[in-house]
């Protein structure tokens, strides 16, 4: 079992739609960050949290501690949204630990 | 001001040689970190750098090391190259201030290496 799990695997979505892309982790954690991968590979990092929530724009980032789960959600959603989202966590082992990320495609 | 690069952009070696990958961190950044992207596959991490030393490193062979240089850019290197080391190499940076991977981190473009 991987320690960073992200679902769905594959999303695809209206233009406009409220997205919802889940991460569970097994492992205590110090941080958790989402990126954004586009095609070609370039990554951006969207958030890093340890608690509650964060807000960037359209961009929202959500982290439970005790149930081990975050959520990235998407409001009013646009084509150049599609990518696919990482989800990584920071464990005591100072290392990045990656899911298999989720591909989210926006269709106008 | 300047992200994060990398050269070259794409690297073609057959099995059997070695390859260098490079990278120069945002300017004020000092911890330097390496990830694999196999194709399919998800972000594995390969080895962190802060102010020149090796802080830590994933679960990767000896074959692949690097170093890191007194103006924090870094080198990787992959020694004796296997077919399945091709992937995308991402190199990224972080100011380093709380130490290890509670940074915010960014990423270069990466490396595209294809083994022969």
């Known amino acids: 079992k991987n320690e960073v799990e992200q679902s769905p695997q594959n999303l695809t979505a209206q233009e406009g739609e409220f997205i919802t892309i889940n991460c569970s982790y097994s492992v205590g954690i110090s941080a958790l960050h989402w990126l954004q991968q586009h095609p070609g590979g370039g990554i951006v990092s969207l958030f890093m949290l340890s608690s509650g929530k964060k807000k960037h724009g359209r961009l929202i980032a959500t982290i439970n501690i005790q149930e081990k789960h975050s959520s990235l959600h998407i409001t009013a959603s646009h084509p150049r949204d599609s990518a696919v989202y990482i989800c990584?966590?920071?464990?005591?082992?100072?290392?990045?630990?990656f899911g298999t990320g989720t591909r989210l495609t926006i269709i106008p | 001001e300047a992200g994060v690069t990398q050269s070259p952009t794409h690297l073609i070696k057959t099995r059997g040689q070695q390859a260098t990958l490079r990278c120069s961190p945002i300017?004020?950044?000092?911890?330097v970190y390496w990830y694999q992207q196999a194709l399919g596959l998800g972000l594995q991490f390969l080895l962190w750098y802060d102010e020149g030393e090796e802080r830590n490193r994933g679960n990767f062979p000896p074959r692949f090391s690097g170093r890191q240089f007194p103006n924090y850019s870094s080198e990787l290197n992959v020694n004796a190259l296997e077919l399945e080391d091709s992937a995308l190499y991402l190199c990224?940076?972080?100011?380093?201030?709380?130490?290890?991977?509670?940074?915010?981190?960014?990423f270069g473009p990466g490396t595209r290496l294809t083994v022969l």
């Open positions: 990224a940076s972080s100011i380093g201030t709380s130490g290890g991977t509670t940074d915010t981190q960014y």
């Open positions: 990584a966590v920071s464990s005591s082992d100072e290392k990045l630990t």
């Open positions: 300017s004020g950044h000092t911890s």
